[in-house]
């Protein structure tokens, strides 16, 4: 994603108001691909309550493309991530930050031995926080990994992955491990290559690779221990209307079947009830689909009020999907639920963003940081309550 600076501003501005690149399995535009399925009737523009108000402070860093995690003392972590420099190249943070929900403050911690951009991140059964891969400032991948110690605030590395990796991504499978599936290499190739992280062993091992290369997808642990991985693409398309699940019993991958449409840059959410919600994507779509693991098959979600891409979705405590943000100037929120399969809008941010972090806190509320604005990386923070 990072790869070049000034052909991710030029594709950001094609997606604010352009037709979306092909699809990975037409040359169709986008309004053709959406013409392949047909969609529930959604509720738009009715109200349905939520409101957002900023933190108490402001992070010290402005930040997007960087990781944030709930501990388990109800804190948020953060770290990386990156900032506006005074040339075309970004300022990476190697800066660590928490924010306390009691207090509503945030304070500094321990700076990672490498600033990074977009790395993989993952909270271990013992409570510390991994990272491994992503970028430095200038634009070059890592294999190296370091694990952040809650007790001491304090970084140290850990085992290396077997290749350098930009926009990796995690789950914690439920024996421990860490499972980090595709990105992209050195050579910005989409990687199909899949390792895990073992923390007692202090180790990384190579498991079965994805049926195909995967970088700006999602990554989504399942009920059942298993791992669904969604779309994926180039920046510019073509997109993947594929997705697989990873069996970490049988270290097989095994496809889905289709979706209805490509999706990239899109959102994963893992509903109450073990389906998981696509949301938008590249292209700026406004449709949603769910897939049913019982069934292993995909249905459509209705269709939002705005279109979206590097939006954030978040499960809300009372089972409804909180959908936040996207390229352009979005503040208003909508919400997605389950139970009735209708969309409602909803509160509105302070700023509009994309690239940044929701992270549903302790108290059901949701903690939304940092990201990329129309004109400027923030620092500012906001607080949904539904």
């Not at 951009?117 to 991994?130: I, K, N």
């Not at 200038?138 to 590395?157: L, M």
């Not at 972090?357 to 906001?382: M, W, Y």
């Amino acid at each position: 994603m990072f790869g070049a600076v000034a052909v991710i501003a030029a594709f950001l501005a094609a997606c604010s108001g352009s037709p979306a690149a092909p699809s990975s399995s037409s040359d169709s535009t986008t309004e053709q691909v959406e013409g392949r399925a047909t969609e529930p009737s959604a509720s738009k523009g009715t109200p349905s309550g939520g409101k957002f108000t900023a933190t108490l402070t402001n992070m010290s860093d402005a930040r997007s493309y960087h990781a944030a995690l709930l501990l388990p003392d109800g804190r948020v972590f953060v770290a990386g991530g990156r900032a506006k420099g005074v040339s075309e190249w970004p300022v990476v943070h190697s800066h660590t930050e928490l924010y306390d929900p009691v207090t509503g403050q945030w304070t500094s911690s321990g700076d990672m031995k490498s600033e990074r951009q977009a790395p993989a991140a993952a909270l271990l059964p013992d409570g510390r926080v991994l990272v491994a891969g992503g970028t430095d400032t200038s634009i070059d991948p890592y294999k190296t990994a370091e694990i952040w110690d809650p007790e001491t605030g304090q970084w140290s590395a850990a085992a290396s992955m077997k290749i350098h990796k930009e926009i990796p991504l995690a789950v914690v499978l439920k024996d421990g491990r860490v499972l980090v599936a595709g990105g992209k290499d050195k050579t910005f190739r989409s990687l199909a290559l899949v390792e895990a992280y073992d923390p007692a062993a202090n180790t990384w091992t190579e498991l079965a690779p994805m049926s195909v290369g995967r970088s700006l997808h999602t990554l989504t642990l399942l009920a059942d221990g298993r791992v669904l991985a969604v779309g994926g693409g180039k920046l510019d398309g073509p997109w993947l209307d594929s997705a697989e699940v990873y069996d970490p019993v049988a270290n097989t991958w095994t496809p889905t079947g289709q979706l209805s449409k490509a999706h990239a840059l899109h959102t994963a959410t893992l509903l109450a009830d073990g389906r998981v919600l696509i949301v938008g994507g590249a292209g700026k779509l406004k449709t949603a689909e769910i897939w049913d693991p019982e069934t292993n098959s995909w249905t459509p979600a209705g269709e939002m009020q705005n279109a979206r891409l590097e939006h954030v979705a978040t499960l809300l405590a009372d089972g409804r999907v909180l959908v936040v943000g996207g390229v352009g100037d979005v503040r208003v929120a909508e919400l997605y639920d389950p139970a009735t399969d209708t969309w409602s809008v909803s509160g509105s941010m302070a700023d509009p963003r994309y690239r940044f972090t929701a992270t549903a806190l302790k108290d059901g509320t949701v903690l939304i940081v940092g990201g990329q604005s129309i004109e400027k990386v923030l620092h500012t923070s906001e607080i949904f309550t539904p």
